[in-house]
């Protein structure tokens, strides 16, 4: 199925509409129209390797125009990462496309979209293992960007700031949904405390992605009532429940939202003004269901190759959850449950424990090798300035709300916890992590 071209409609709607705005400058919809004119083949694999910014935003547009696929790279792997990327595709763009090659060509661009075509491939974030490629058609863009808006709803004068990675789904598809409604995209080339801050207080901005930990220093940065913002979407990983009390406190519509690169982005999302400490219900002709523990996705928005992998179309995620009057909370991934003397203990039950102490400022929960009873559990602290290690008053404020066997045997401090570039705990770092504190 074909269905026109999102660049083309959003200029026939509005051209002035300002598309994407950066703190370098801005592009309104004709002018991004008229910039994205790049001599691409269609079915061609482009890789981007660009800053967030006016120049992605063009090189993408070129490729979604041009029926190319776009291939962003993530400008902080190591060089050796960027270049396997880079060495398959077909096209890299890695610098402002000049006045040549930015010259209209005829039959170089079409004016609708092929639903079942590859759009993008994003490379994971490897939280789990080595990155794996994800082909996302245009189809799933488009269905995720009608279920999201159907879920938290749709501004027509919409300024979603994003300062998640283009190079990973959350960020991307925040500049692709934006061109679909017709709206405005806030880039920011990286999570700064201070620049979101003012942004959120100044550049009336209605819609913010984050996750759990850089909604934290924004409320320690003293961020409260945000004039515009209808709601922060936090996703990545859940949010404690004292996190989320920490929000509506400050007068900040919390939104918990759960996804995966291969449901292209979100799969389950809060209605803004839930004050539960779930995921929320699945989007708009998504299906969710639990299996054998796992949480599994079918819908318009699954990868294709991942949907033919599944069971009758079931995407299995590897996170565990529940489904609770339709709603869904999501207590761990599978890989990552300890299992310590016999009993199986998900990190997500002791992270919201610990999260709740006032000293404590982030928290992780990984197992460890133990002789007598396979593996113990460790909790990885960060504290809060002016609060100094106490291994006793955090076991029994475990203690407390605990059974016994998952309150951590081992406190270890860290000024700041690992995390892969598109936010997420890097678990992997903190298991293989020699004892560096605790008793």
Wanted: proline share 7%.
């Amino acid at each position: 199925m074909r269905v026109p071209s999102w660049l083309g409609r959003a200029v026939a709607a509005d051209p002035e509409r300002v598309a994407v705005e950066t703190a370098a400058g801005s592009l309104t919809y004709a002018e991004l129209e008229a910039a994205s004119r790049v001599q691409l083949r269609r079915g061609a694999r482009v890789a981007i390797a660009l800053p967030a910014g006016l120049d992605f935003a063009v090189a993408l547009h070129a490729c979604l125009r041009s029926g190319a696929v776009a291939i962003p790279v993530d400008l902080r792997l190591a060089s050796a990462e960027r270049a396997r990327i880079c060495e398959a595709a077909d096209v890299v763009i890695d610098e402002e496309p000049t006045a040549a090659s930015s010259t209209p060509t005829a039959g170089s661009s079409t004016a609708t979209h092929d639903l079942d075509a590859t759009a993008a491939v994003i490379h994971t974030s490897g939280t789990s293992g080595t990155p794996k490629a994800i082909e996302l058609s245009y189809g799933n863009w488009l269905w995720s960007a009608l279920g999201s808006a159907t879920a938290i709803g749709l501004d027509p004068a919409e300024r979603w700031l994003c300062t998640l990675p283009l190079a990973h789904v959350g960020g991307l598809s925040i500049l692709i949904r934006s061109a679909i409604y017709g709206t405005t995209a806030v880039l920011h080339p990286r999570f700064d405390t201070q620049a979101v801050l003012q942004a959120l207080t100044d550049g009336e901005i209605t819609v913010v992605s984050l996750v759990p930990t850089t909604l934290a220093r924004l409320l320690d940065a003293g961020l409260e009532s945000p004039p515009a913002l209808r709601c922060a979407l936090i996703g990545g990983a859940p949010a404690s429940p004292a996190l989320l009390e920490r929000a509506r406190a400050a007068g900040i519509v919390a939104v918990q939202t759960y996804g995966l690169t291969e449901a292209c982005s979100q799969v389950t999302t809060q209605i803004p003004g839930d004050v539960g400490d779930d995921a929320g219900v699945p989007l708009f002709c998504t299906r969710v269901r639990i299996h054998d523990g796992e949480v599994q996705v079918a819908g318009p928005t699954v990868a294709p190759a991942a949907a033919r992998a599944g069971q009758a179309g079931w995407l299995a995620t590897g996170d565990l959850g529940e489904l609770v009057d339709g709603r869904l909370r999501v207590t761990g991934r599978r890989s990552e449950m300890i299992l310590t003397g016999g009993e199986n203990v998900a990190p997500a039950e002791i992270e919201a424990v610990l999260a709740g102490h006032p000293a404590v400022s982030e928290v992780a929960v990984v197992g460890y090798p133990h002789p007598a009873w396979g593996e113990a559990v460790r909790a990885v602290i960060v504290l809060k300035p002016g609060s100094a290690p106490a291994d006793d008053a955090f076991r029994a404020h475990c203690s407390a709300r605990l059974a016994r066997f998952k309150v951590p045997k081992e406190f270890v401090y860290l000024d700041v916890l690992p995390r892969t570039p598109s936010g997420k705990l890097a678990r992997r770092e903190l298991q293989d992590r020699p004892r560096c504190g605790g008793r």
